[in-house]
């Protein structure tokens, strides 16, 4: 049943889980519908979810869900690939709250960890003493080690330090009858002791021994002797050569056993320098031939990417996509690192590599052909640059309906041989995949003999998900047939556990399943993962059953196939907008660390709003959904970061037009969406206007009326606006000839700062071009996005359209100064008017100026100005237009460039001006990174920041005043006629 009902016991479940624990338990629709998912192919929505403060709470929690019988699964970031992070269960969400690093000795070098903190956490804590924890999978920056335990993740470095079991010491657990005790290597002495003590936890270590010398043998004999075997209980951890190492036993046993409070971890020595060779290969099985090879040169890492990657990042326009030039020739390519005490070790390493690739001949590849092409990066950015393509093989999978459809499914998605059966099973298993017709995209760990595929299933139609079926049956066989594992990395949740018979010997089944039931007899952790594991094409997010609903809208969704339900199944949870630090995504989450206020979360409660008979049942009219887009900021951080462009400020427009239909909208979206009216009238009288927003006393009463917080600082019109002077400026005659060049007189520039527009009319002026601006009062609406107002701004842009035509008839470039408001005609603008052509035109046709200046002025010899400055892209610059002809263009000028990896500034256009929650998460993300460090800046460093939010955002933050690039342009101007050397 694709949506079964609540148990019948939820609310009075939910009642007494609020009595017994401090931390969050929710039970309603929205919270049930974004755990129901994770990043694999299985949607099950969960009885409710609880977020622990503490151990106490967990056992508390366990104690009242025993009481009813409720099933229980722990989880970490949500990204699990077999389905064993969702199951119609209690989920315990460690992530919140228990993400505390306990201690950390280095001289031990070991860790303790709560269960949800993140990986990179624990790596930068011990980088500072050479160490770190080896395991990294491609999800380090957001993944918990209770995920990477329950898992046994791996990673680009389990070459160099091997997977999470083999870096667990000591677990500290709590099963579900409550039984809660610390665990690790036991030898035989103490095991007795423990046995003859008695209790749950005599009897369970007295199981385990019988399990040990019952099967003994046949876990030697039956469990894949190869580096990344991780199919199957790590029953071999308690075989004596192994220490009856009962922590590593559990390891990888996905949360069916017993549930993680804190972990023991091993560090390992972190090589301070590194050096990289990059081979490049005409097929993805020829790479495959080469790894028994490559491995006798001590790489610590030997990654595998293949040109699908690269075509995928061009066609989303990826910034890592400029940087496939670096790669050597071929289709497909191995990544190998080497580390050192030092760069000349490290380089030696590398260099050794070189010059006996110099000396092969001919070798034995399916195909006969030379050996591959190679090249070594002795610049560390063109070297991280090659990494980057590689760390985004994974999310950039999926595809869009507009850029080709491809699902990028995972469940055979992480198949594990020895590296030096590797090529033959690479040959065999792309013949597979051309026998079924599919297409899969290629990376993984060849180092290790990890295969990652990203494959096309169709999931919708009865024989798509036979065939499905069929395939993973084949490939289980074939991956066997080598001596490998289904799981190399992963687990296999249910979505691989019906297919372990066919890896495993009957014999090892059986003591699989006494293990299960040792740990957990009433089978209440993760029930029917793993052990009695649900069939493997049940619960599936798509499936037969799935009947979304297709909502009409406003926007056209040129790249979805018109569908709204597409756009927002974009998300298939990969979770890079869990990151709590980097990048523009998602700065509400990184304040808040709640999963509705990510990217992911609100994609996945719209996802479910359009399901049929999901737990979202009000649609458009759900309170859930609102109150997730709530803290959405509309910075567009999504649409640049997300893997699959996912963009939340487009849907939240959709939805809030919607959600107000019939409705008054809140004062706000009045007071502030039509900023555009009220600057207009107050620039008949702007003395009067600023008198009265900003006297002492009546100051507050305005902010109350308008929403605005009370601590925001109201921008003050100005005397004159842009446009004004610009018509007394034209009345004396045009001061330059030259092509033309139409100025956008934006409202934020012409109302409040025109002094930007004057810089810039000076600057293009400079460049040799004759400045035009529009007639007539023309804004691009865009407030409007931010409440919903669709059907107003699609007004708005019909009049752009009609006001533009001569100039897009003639082809004249427009200029655009505020990032905000170009984004509109880069953006919003065919997708509201996909057919019409003069959108169309005006799309192709509008620049930033940078964006001008480096494209149609080229040989325009900059000005020079030699200071220091810190620059703040704008959020919509970065993800719709990019920044990288601001970077280029102020290297030119000769600034020493500071930007800083700040993300949002926080003020998002009007979102920091309202009063409330909104602003205090305004501000909690301008002080995450920019705000801090725009106060550690001498005075005479320049602050640039082209948007009139940021500006806005580091004024009220720190009383530092930035400048737009045209100012920064202009003032360089200046300073060169002073002194022209």
């Known amino acids: 049943m694709r949506n079964p009902p609540q148990p019948p016991y939820a609310e009075e479940l939910r009642a007494a889980l609020g009595r017994a624990v401090a931390g969050e338990v929710r039970f309603g629709p929205g919270d049930r519908a974004m755990y129901a998912h994770e990043a694999s192919i299985f949607r099950q929505v969960p009885v409710g979810v609880v977020l622990p403060r503490d151990a106490g709470d967990v056992e508390a929690a366990l104690a009242v869900c025993r009481r009813f019988g409720a099933p229980v699964l722990g989880r970490g970031c949500g990204t699990s690939l077999a389905g064993q992070s969702v199951n119609g269960a209690v989920v315990f969400d460690f992530t919140r709250h228990m993400d505390a690093i306990v201690g950390l000795d280095p001289e031990r070098r070991t860790a303790r960890v709560q269960p949800g903190v993140i990986c990179d956490a624990l790596r930068d804590a011990?980088?500072?003493?050479?160490?770190?924890?080896?395991?990294?999978?491609?999800?380090?920056?957001?993944?918990?080690?209770?995920?990477?335990?329950?898992?046994?993740?791996?990673?680009?470095?389990?070459?160099?330090?091997?997977?999470?079991?083999?870096?667990?010491?000591?677990?500290?657990?709590?099963?579900?009858?409550?039984?809660?005790?610390?665990?690790?290597?036991?030898?035989?002495?103490?095991?007795?002791?423990?046995?003859?003590?008695?209790?749950?936890?005599?009897?369970?270590?007295a199981g385990l021994r019988r399990i040990r010398d019952a099967y003994a043998q046949v876990i030697r004999d039956g469990m894949p002797d190869i580096p990344r075997r991780v199919s199957g209980y790590n029953l071999d951890a308690l075989l004596p050569e192994n220490g009856f190492n009962v922590a590593r036993a559990l390891v990888g046993s996905e949360s069916t056993l017993a549930l993680t409070l804190e972990a023991t971890c091993r560090l390992v020595e972190s090589p301070p320098h590194r050096s990289l060779v990059v081979l490049g290969y005409p097929d993805i099985p020829s790479s495959g031939y080469d790894v028994p090879w490559l491995l006798g040169f001590g790489a610590i890492g030997l990654e595998f990417t293949s040109r699908h990657v690269v075509d995928n990042l061009r066609a989303k326009r990826f910034p890592a996509a400029r940087d496939a030039r670096l790669l050597p020739p071929g289709e497909a390519w191995l990544l190998m690192e080497f580390g050192g005490r030092t760069r000349r070790e490290a380089d030696a390493a590398a260099r050794a590599l070189i010059r006996a690739l110099a000396t092969l001949g001919v070798r034995s590849y399916p195909n006969g052909h030379a050996p591959p092409s190679h090249r070594f990066y002795d610049d560390p950015d063109e070297a991280a640059a090659v990494w980057e393509i590689r760390s985004n093989s994974a999310g950039t999978s999926r595809m869009p309906v507009g850029l080709g459809g491809h699902g990028g499914w995972p469940n055979w998605e992480d198949a594990a041989v020895a590296p030096e059966r590797l090529g033959p099973y690479l040959r065999d298993f792309v013949h597979l995949l051309d026998r079924y017709g599919y297409d899969g995209v290629f990376y993984g760990h060849w180092g290790d003999g990890c295969v990652h595929c990203r494959i096309d299933f169709d999931l919708r139609t009865a024989e798509g998900v036979r065939k499905y079926r069929r395939f993973m049956e084949e490939a289980a066989d074939l991956v066997v047939s080598y001596g490998g594992s289904l799981s190399g990395e992963h687990g296999d949740g249910h979505g691989r556990a019906e297919l372990w018979p066919r890896m495993f010997p009957p014999e090892l089944m059986r003591a699989f399943e006494e293990f299960k039931r040792?740990?957990?007899?009433?089978?209440?952790?993760?029930?029917?993962?793993?052990?009695?594991?649900?069939?493997?094409?049940?619960?599936?997010?798509?499936?037969?059953?799935?009947?979304?609903?297709?909502?009409?809208?406003?926007?056209?969704?040129?790249?979805?196939?018109?569908?709204?339900?597409?756009?927002?199944?974009?998300?298939?949870?990969?979770?890079?907008?869990?990151?709590?630090?980097?990048?523009?995504?998602?700065?509400?989450?990184?304040?808040?660390?709640?999963?509705?206020?990510?990217?992911?979360?609100?994609?996945?409660?719209?996802?479910?709003?359009?399901?049929?008979?999901?737990?979202?049942?009000?649609?458009?009219?759900?309170?859930?959904?609102?109150?997730?887009?709530?803290?959405?900021?509309?910075?567009?951080?999504?649409?640049?970061?997300?893997?699959?462009?996912?963009?939340?400020?487009?849907?939240?427009?959709?939805?809030?037009?919607?959600?107000?239909?019939?409705?008054?909208?809140?004062?706000?979206?009045?007071?502030?969406?039509?900023?555009?009216?009220?600057?207009?009238?107050?620039?008949?009288?702007?003395?009067?206007?600023?008198?009265?927003?900003?006297?002492?006393?009546?100051?507050?009463?305005?902010?109350?009326?308008?929403?605005?917080?009370p601590e925001r600082d109201v921008p003050r019109f100005a005397r004159r606006t842009f446009t004004r002077m610009f018509a007394a400026r034209a009345r004396r005659g045009p001061d330059t000839a030259g092509p033309p060049v139409l100025l956008w007189p934006d409202t934020f520039v012409n109302h409040f700062e025109p002094g930007i527009a004057v810089a810039a009319v000076k600057v293009l002026e400079a460049a040799g071009f004759r400045v035009l601006i529009p007639d007539g009062a023309l804004c691009c609406g865009r407030p409007l996005y931010d409440y919903g107002m669709l059907r107003l701004a699609r007004r708005y842009l019909r009049r752009v359209l009609d006001g533009l035509r001569p100039y897009l008839e003639a082809g004249i470039p427009l200029v655009g100064l505020e990032p905000s408001c170009l984004a509109v005609f880069r953006d919003e603008l065919t997708n509201l008017l996909p057919r019409d052509l003069d959108a169309r035109r005006l799309h192709a046709q509008s620049f930033t100026l940078s964006e001008f200046l480096t494209g149609h002025a080229p040989d325009w010899p900059v000005p020079r100005l030699r200071r220091a400055a810190l620059v703040?892209?704008?959020?919509?610059?970065?993800?719709?237009?990019?920044?990288?002809?601001?970077?280029?263009?102020?290297?030119?000028?000769?600034?020493?460039?500071?930007?800083?990896?700040?993300?949002?500034?926080?003020?998002?256009?009007?979102?920091?001006?309202?009063?409330?929650?909104?602003?205090r998460v305004s501000m909690a993300a301008g002080e995450r990174v920019l705000l801090p460090a725009v106060r550690e800046c001498p005075p005479d460093t320049l602050i640039i920041a082209d948007g009139?939010?940021?500006?806005?955002?580091?004024?009220?933050?720190?009383?530092?005043?930035?400048?737009?690039?045209?100012?920064?342009?202009?003032?360089a101007i200046r300073e060169q006629r002073k002194d022209p050397t």
């Open 948 to 971: 009139f939010s940021c500006r806005g955002q580091i004024a009220d933050g720190t009383g530092r005043t930035a400048l737009h690039l045209a100012e920064v342009l202009a003032l």
């Open 126 to 205: 011990a980088e500072p003493y050479g160490l770190t924890f080896g395991p990294d999978p491609a999800t380090h920056d957001h993944a918990t080690l209770g995920g990477m335990i329950g898992n046994n993740s791996c990673g680009t470095h389990s070459a160099m330090a091997g997977k999470t079991v083999d870096n667990i010491e000591e677990l500290e657990i709590v099963t579900y009858d409550g039984t809660r005790m610390r665990v690790g290597p036991t030898g035989e002495a103490e095991l007795e002791r423990i046995i003859m003590a008695g209790g749950r936890r005599g009897a369970i270590y």
């Open 518 to 709: 040792l740990w957990d007899p009433e089978g209440r952790l993760n029930p029917h993962k793993l052990i009695d594991p649900y069939p493997l094409d049940a619960h599936l997010r798509e499936g037969t059953a799935y009947r979304p609903e297709q909502p009409a809208t406003v926007f056209a969704f040129p790249q979805d196939g018109g569908s709204f339900t597409e756009a927002a199944g974009r998300c298939f949870g990969v979770g890079t907008c869990r990151r709590t630090g980097g990048g523009f995504m998602c700065p509400s989450f990184m304040v808040t660390r709640e999963e509705k206020h990510s990217t992911r979360g609100r994609a996945r409660l719209l996802q479910e709003m359009c399901e049929a008979t999901g737990p979202i049942r009000d649609r458009w009219r759900s309170d859930e959904v609102k109150e997730s887009l709530d803290l959405c900021l509309a910075c567009k951080g999504c649409r640049g970061d997300c893997p699959v462009r996912v963009d939340i400020a487009t849907y939240k427009a959709e939805f809030l037009h919607h959600y107000y239909a019939g409705r008054l909208r809140p004062r706000q979206a009045y007071a502030l969406g039509l900023i555009d009216v009220w600057a207009r009238l107050a620039s008949r009288v702007p003395g009067p206007v600023n008198a009265v927003t900003h006297a002492p006393g009546l100051h507050r009463l305005v902010k109350l009326a308008a929403g605005v917080a």
């Open 872 to 919: 703040q892209p704008h959020c919509h610059h970065h993800a719709v237009m990019g920044f990288d002809a601001d970077r280029r263009l102020l290297r030119a000028v000769g600034l020493d460039l500071e930007i800083p990896d700040a993300g949002c500034c926080g003020m998002a256009g009007s979102f920091g001006y309202e009063a409330g929650e909104r602003h």
